[in-house]
């Protein structure tokens, strides 16, 4: 289990690395919700998403021996390009391991971040088998995308610096955070459990991989198929062994969404916040939008990212990313 004293570890090694997003508001989403909502803005985060932070306080707590043949990881994106960023910074190099299916956007990302990308079919491998075969074969370091508590510890930094930059105004009563393998729910439910015990923190994921829901409720960690869902950042199976001892203990529930209520919060993102956000950087926000959970006061949404190809993104939008400019 970690706790607040390693989320603010984290905080002071990733500092002057990765950027203190802003938190985003809108009276248009406070008037459909019925609340003040913040957001946090991570897919404006070096990279386009929240992931810098683990990858990165999981390579500088390392020693030069751990990192002497280099990085592996396995990520459909967003974790893969953060790997990479995070060993340039350590002066080595990473394997990436990435789906044959990862959006186009994300794995020239990761090469341009210099990234050493290997791919895979994500339906018939498995992905953790993979790892643990390549890590084996190349001597390299895993640095895992949330089964690792400096990874959790990292994501976690998201909370602390919304609590911290929204705390003038008051208590936050309820906490909406994205969760695929659990890493940055698990890291934000610490911080937020330490900072204010009376949060109510919600983990969202789509209806269609509902694993994580599932295993809450059997009170063990579930493995289902590899789901079918526009989140690509959210097709995990099960979730990750350190993260479910967390959410089991800090999570308050899990709501889940439809990739059509995640698109309609892409749409509302565009309309009101002028954030081009991908599938997954909008699950939490489509939770919120969506009504199941009654919420007052003031609720903060993680919006996780937004590395999504523009074609992908007109398709599922209706709008070019470049039309996305301001909030209305």
């Given at each position: 289990?970690?706790?607040?004293?390693?989320?603010?570890?984290?905080?002071?090694?990733i500092?002057?690395?990765?950027?203190?997003?802003?938190?985003?508001?809108?009276?248009?989403?406070?008037?459909?919700?019925?609340?003040?909502v913040?957001?946090?803005?991570?897919?404006?985060?070096?990279?386009?998403?929240?992931?810098?932070?683990?990858?990165?306080?999981?390579?500088?707590?390392?020693?030069?021996?751990?990192?002497?043949?280099?990085?592996?990881?396995?990520?459909?994106?967003?974790?893969?390009?953060?790997?990479?960023?995070?060993?340039?910074?350590?002066g080595?190099?990473?394997?990436?391991?990435?789906?044959?299916?990862?959006?186009?956007?994300?794995?020239?990302?990761?090469?341009?971040?210099g990234?050493?990308?290997?791919?895979?079919?994500?339906?018939?491998?498995?992905?953790?088998?993979?790892?643990?075969?390549?890590?084996?074969?190349?001597?390299?370091l895993?640095?895992h995308?949330?089964?690792?508590?400096?990874?959790?510890?990292?994501?976690?930094?998201?909370?602390?610096?919304?609590?911290?930059?929204?705390?003038?105004?008051?208590?936050?009563?309820?906490?909406?955070?994205?969760?695929?393998?659990?890493g940055?729910?698990?890291?934000?439910?610490?911080?937020?459990?330490?900072?204010?015990?009376?949060?109510?923190?919600?983990?969202?994921?789509?209806?269609?991989?509902?694993?994580?829901r599932?295993s809450?409720?059997?009170?063990e960690?579930?493995?289902?198929?590899?789901?079918?869902?526009?989140?690509?950042?959210?097709?995990?199976?099960?979730p990750?062994?350190?993260?479910?001892?967390?959410?089991?203990?800090?999570?308050?529930?899990?709501?889940?969404?439809?990739?059509?209520?995640?698109?309609?919060?892409?749409?509302?993102?565009?309309?009101?916040?002028?954030?081009?956000l991908?599938?997954?950087?909008?699950?939490?926000?489509?939770?919120?939008?969506?009504?199941?959970?009654?919420?007052?006061?003031?609720?903060?949404?993680?919006?996780?990212?937004?590395?999504v190809?523009?074609?992908?993104?007109?398709?599922?939008?209706?709008?070019?990313?470049?039309?996305?400019?301001?909030?209305?």
């Open positions: 289990m970690i706790g607040l004293e390693d989320v603010r570890a984290a905080a002071g090694r500092e002057g690395h990765v950027v203190r997003t802003p938190v985003l508001h809108s009276p248009a989403i406070d008037e459909a919700v019925g609340a003040e913040l957001l946090k803005a991570e897919h404006l985060q070096v990279g386009g998403a929240f992931k810098l932070r683990g990858a990165l306080n999981n390579a500088l707590a390392r020693s030069p021996h751990d990192l002497r043949h280099g990085l592996v990881a396995v990520s459909s994106g967003n974790h893969a390009q953060a790997v990479a960023r995070a060993a340039a910074i350590r080595t190099t990473a394997l990436l391991l990435m789906p044959e299916d990862a959006p186009e956007s994300k794995r020239a990302a990761t090469l341009v971040a990234g050493l990308v290997e791919t895979f079919d994500r339906y018939s491998t498995d992905r953790e088998a993979l790892l643990a075969e390549r890590a084996r074969a190349t001597g390299r895993v640095v995308p949330y089964d690792d508590p400096l990874t959790m510890a990292g994501q976690g930094t998201v909370a602390l610096e919304l609590l911290e930059d929204v705390a003038p105004g008051g208590p936050v009563d309820d906490l909406f955070v994205p969760v695929g393998g659990g940055l729910a698990a890291g934000c439910a610490t911080a937020a459990a330490a900072l204010l015990p009376g949060c109510r923190v919600h983990g969202v994921e789509p209806a269609a991989g509902d694993d994580v599932r809450l409720a059997a009170g960690r579930v493995t289902i198929e590899v789901p079918r869902t526009i989140a690509d950042g959210q097709q995990t199976t099960s990750g062994v350190h993260p479910f001892e967390v959410l089991q203990a800090r999570l308050t529930d899990v709501v889940t969404v439809s990739d059509e209520e995640i698109v309609a919060a892409m749409r509302m993102a565009a309309r009101h916040l002028g954030a081009v991908e599938p997954s950087g909008a699950c939490a926000l489509a939770a919120l939008l969506t009504g199941r959970v009654r919420v007052g006061g003031r609720v903060g949404v993680v919006l996780s990212g937004g590395n190809d523009a074609a992908r993104y007109r398709d599922l939008v209706g709008l070019d990313p470049a039309e996305v400019t301001r909030p209305d």
